[in-house]
């Protein structure tokens, strides 16, 4: 019997062959571009799809560094940072943010329309507040609210509170240098920021701080100690203060020189200021006048014109002059003394502080060589200190001068310098003819292993502006104005001392003439003389009360610094000794 047949229903076609040809090559293909694409995914593009997962995952948020201290040359902390928290909120994550709202500002001491605002903002980040007591911090991390948390930030804080508070200057909420040296060196003690990661959910809730999430690069502000003594800077806003108090001007400074390094060791100004809350006071009070203010010091820029005539060769310590009993008809001008002298030496004049005997000296000296001079003692031109706000003083061009205006500058009048060109000026003649230029820094540090960037290494000598023949002569003549002249007042037993006094009229506000009721009273000291350590001045602006000339409102403060400093110094007092004029005789 045959076995039965297939019908041809049963059997597969070609075409039925062709189709399942077509769908196995479909799905072959499928396969092949899904693996494909996964090899893209996981192999070419993986770093892509990785930073966007993570972006999806973590939120970045800046982390400030620790900025650098501030210290004195002894390492005392004139500014640092403390720890402390801030709080802040994700408002998308406030789910309940009037309950949140109330609790916080019990918490915290807030008001809740402000807050509330802030809260129902669109937004991921908003500040609640910053900078709050541990003991607050304390209080809202136990409440747990629901998209709220706490951050560590630095405060910045100034241990020594107003000392040398327009050296130190100051810094904003985020740690930005304003003023001072935290300005001026801002990029040195800010670091370098890094980056925060904190884990999230999909709706960007912060869930933790991601401690194994790496930070970027970060490093902390470098450590600045500056060439400023804490105690000598006490020293000079004490009996600066005590000067003040009896004479009452309209502010003052007192500035304390290294005489053989140029060295600032103290600066000070009144009106001063607290550098932790600088809001709080007018601005007028957070200027440091040493450097931003100028003014026609008088009588006190005499020696220079008698360096520039004995350094020409014009003149000699004996040459005498007729002072002309007080009175000096030039032209249609008539130049004045205090008191009526007849014949003076050089020395004499400078001694008895005559505007005639410097005028006189002056015009033989000449324009240009005057000019030149003065220059070469820094007038006209920003001293270089590392402070910011300086100016350049008033030192007009030779070409504008006639003789009127040698003899006018030849005692003071017609040229306007900072205190602190001023100060660096007269300390060329304890430095034996040599401008120093005036230093702030003393060294910079790394802040985790105080490996050292930077030292001041000695003095830097910015010209040679007499030889030390004539800083010789003139620093005797500076002695006698101490022991037998106007500066009398400044006198001290324990220490010889040079120095000048000087009494200004000052500027009207308008430009046009003098006021005839305000004067600058200044001093200038300098000591030892035998060996000189430091170089003093001291300016009172507009005294009210009980004087107004440098001998008798700004000499005794000045001689009283001098003192406690040479003091604290430990420098040796100076041997038995006669007056320059005993010794003449």
Same mark, same amino acid.
């Given at each position: 019997?045959?076995?039965?047949? =297939?019908?041809?229903?049963?059997? !597969?076609?070609?075409?039925?062959?062709?189709?399942?040809?077509? @769908?196995?090559?479909?799905?072959?293909?499928?396969?092949?571009?899904?693996?494909?694409?996964?090899?893209?995914?996981?192999?070419?593009?993986?770093?892509?799809?990785?930073?966007?997962?993570?972006? +999806?995952?973590?939120?970045?948020?800046?982390?400030?560094?620790?900025?650098?201290?501030?210290?004195?040359?002894?390492?005392?902390?004139?500014?640092?940072?403390?720890?402390?928290?801030?709080?802040?909120?994700?408002?998308?994550?406030?789910? %309940?943010?009037?309950?949140?709202?109330?609790?916080?500002?019990?918490?915290?001491?807030?008001?809740?329309?402000?807050?509330?605002?802030?809260?129902?903002?669109?937004?991921?980040?908003?500040?609640?507040?910053?900078?709050?007591?541990?003991?607050?911090?304390?209080?809202?991390? #136990?409440?747990?609210?629901?998209?709220?948390?706490?951050?560590?930030?630095?405060?910045?804080?100034? !241990?020594?509170?107003?000392?040398?508070?327009?050296?130190?200057?100051?810094?904003?909420?985020?740690?930005?240098?304003?003023? $001072?040296?935290?300005?001026?060196?801002?990029?040195?003690?800010?670091?370098?920021?890094?980056?925060?990661?904190?884990?999230?959910?999909?709706?960007?809730?912060?869930?933790? +701080?991601?401690?194994?999430?790496?930070?970027?690069?970060?490093?902390?502000?470098?450590?600045?100690?500056?060439?400023?003594?804490?105690?000598?800077?006490?020293?000079?806003?004490?009996?600066?203060?005590?000067?003040?108090?009896?004479? #009452? !001007?309209?502010?003052?400074?007192?500035?304390?020189?290294?005489?053989?390094?140029?060295?600032?060791?103290?600066?000070?100004?009144?009106?001063?200021?607290?550098?932790?809350?600088?809001?709080?006071?007018?601005?007028?009070?957070? #200027?440091?006048?040493? /450097?931003?203010?100028?003014?026609?010091?008088?009588?006190?820029?005499?020696?220079?014109?008698?360096?520039?005539?004995?350094?020409?060769?014009?003149?000699?310590?004996?040459?005498?002059?007729?002072?002309?009993?007080?009175?000096?008809?030039?032209?249609?001008?008539? /130049?004045?003394?205090? %008191?009526?002298?007849?014949?003076?030496?050089?020395?004499?004049?400078?001694?008895?502080?005559?505007?005639?005997?410097?005028?006189?000296?002056? =015009?033989?000296?000449?324009?240009?060589?005057?000019?030149?001079?003065?220059?070469?003692?820094?007038?006209?031109?920003?001293?270089?200190?590392?402070?910011?706000?300086?100016?350049?003083? =008033?030192?007009?061009?030779?070409?504008?001068?006639?003789?009127?205006?040698?003899?006018?500058?030849?005692?003071?009048?017609?040229?306007?310098?900072?205190?602190?060109?001023?100060?660096?000026?007269?300390?060329?003649?304890?430095?034996?003819?040599?401008?120093?230029?005036?230093?702030?820094?003393?060294?910079?540090?790394?802040?985790?292993?105080?490996?050292?960037?930077?030292?001041?290494?000695?003095?830097?000598?910015?010209?040679?502006?007499?030889?030390?023949?004539?800083?010789?002569?003139?620093?005797?003549?500076?002695?006698?104005?101490?022991?037998?002249?106007?500066?009398?007042?400044?006198?001290?037993?324990?220490?010889?001392?040079?120095?000048?006094? @000087?009494?200004?009229?000052?500027?009207?506000?308008?430009?046009?003439?003098? #006021?005839?009721?305000?004067?600058? $009273?200044?001093?200038? $000291?300098?000591?030892?003389?035998?060996?000189?350590?430091?170089?003093?001045?001291?300016?009172?602006?507009?005294?009210?009360?009980? $004087?107004?000339?440098?001998?008798?409102?700004?000499?005794?403060?000045?001689?009283? /610094?001098?003192?406690?400093?040479?003091?604290?110094?430990?420098?040796?007092?100076?041997?038995?000794?006669?007056?320059?004029?005993?010794?003449?005789?």
């Amino acid at each position: 019997m045959a076995s039965p047949q =297939l019908p041809d229903l049963c059997r !597969p076609t070609r075409s039925m062959k062709l189709r399942a040809a077509i @769908g196995m090559g479909a799905l072959f293909v499928a396969l092949s571009l899904l693996v494909y694409r996964l090899a893209q995914i996981q192999i070419a593009d993986h770093d892509r799809y990785t930073r966007l997962a993570l972006q +999806q995952q973590f939120i970045n948020r800046s982390l400030s560094p620790w900025r650098g201290n501030i210290c004195d040359r002894s390492g005392h902390f004139l500014a640092t940072s403390v720890q402390r928290f801030s709080i802040f909120a994700d408002p998308s994550a406030v789910e %309940h943010p009037k309950p949140t709202a109330l609790m916080l500002c019990k918490a915290l001491g807030l008001k809740l329309g402000p807050l509330l605002s802030k809260l129902t903002r669109p937004r991921q980040f908003v500040w609640i507040k910053r900078r709050v007591s541990d003991e607050a911090a304390e209080r809202v991390r #136990r409440m747990s609210l629901e998209g709220v948390c706490l951050r560590n930030e630095r405060q910045r804080v100034y !241990p020594q509170g107003r000392l040398a508070a327009h050296v130190v200057g100051f810094a904003d909420i985020d740690g930005r240098g304003l003023d $001072g040296t935290e300005l001026e060196l801002d990029r040195l003690l800010g670091g370098m920021a890094s980056l925060e990661a904190l884990a999230c959910d999909a709706r960007r809730r912060v869930i933790h +701080q991601a401690g194994d999430r790496p930070f970027l690069s970060r490093a902390d502000g470098y450590d600045v100690y500056l060439t400023i003594d804490s105690y000598v800077q006490n020293i000079a806003q004490e009996e600066l203060a005590a000067a003040v108090k009896k004479h #009452r !001007p309209e502010c003052a400074w007192a500035i304390v020189l290294d005489a053989q390094t140029g060295e600032v060791l103290a600066l000070a100004n009144w009106p001063d200021f607290e550098p932790g809350t600088p809001g709080a006071f007018d601005p007028a009070d957070r #200027r440091n006048r040493a /450097i931003t203010d100028v003014y026609e010091f008088g009588s006190v820029m005499k020696p220079f014109t008698v360096a520039a005539a004995l350094e020409a060769g014009t003149v000699t310590p004996a040459t005498e002059f007729n002072c002309r009993n007080g009175a000096w008809v030039v032209g249609r001008r008539t /130049i004045h003394d205090v %008191h009526p002298y007849g014949t003076l030496t050089v020395s004499d004049i400078v001694t008895k502080s005559s505007n005639i005997g410097a005028g006189q000296i002056g =015009l033989l000296v000449g324009v240009e060589e005057l000019h030149y001079r003065l220059q070469s003692f820094g007038f006209g031109a920003p001293s270089g200190i590392n402070l910011p706000g300086e100016v350049s003083g =008033l030192l007009r061009p030779a070409s504008r001068w006639n003789n009127h205006s040698l003899i006018s500058v030849a005692f003071g009048q017609e040229l306007a310098a900072t205190p602190l060109s001023v100060a660096c000026a007269f300390n060329v003649f304890p430095a034996g003819g040599l401008l120093l230029q005036p230093q702030i820094v003393k060294k910079i540090t790394e802040p985790d292993n105080g490996r050292v960037v930077y030292e001041m290494r000695g003095p830097k000598a910015v010209r040679r502006v007499v030889g030390e023949q004539t800083a010789c002569q003139v620093m005797q003549m500076l002695q006698r104005v101490v022991e037998e002249g106007t500066g009398e007042p400044a006198k001290l037993q324990e220490y010889t001392m040079g120095g000048k006094t @000087g009494t200004a009229q000052l500027i009207r506000t308008d430009g046009k003439g003098y #006021r005839s009721d305000a004067y600058l $009273g200044s001093f200038v $000291g300098i000591a030892p003389v035998e060996e000189p350590r430091i170089t003093v001045l001291v300016s009172l602006k507009a005294p009210s009360r009980n $004087g107004y000339y440098g001998g008798v409102v700004a000499a005794p403060a000045c001689a009283r /610094i001098i003192s406690r400093t040479l003091s604290y110094m430990q420098v040796p007092q100076s041997p038995p000794r006669i007056t320059v004029a005993e010794a003449d005789r």
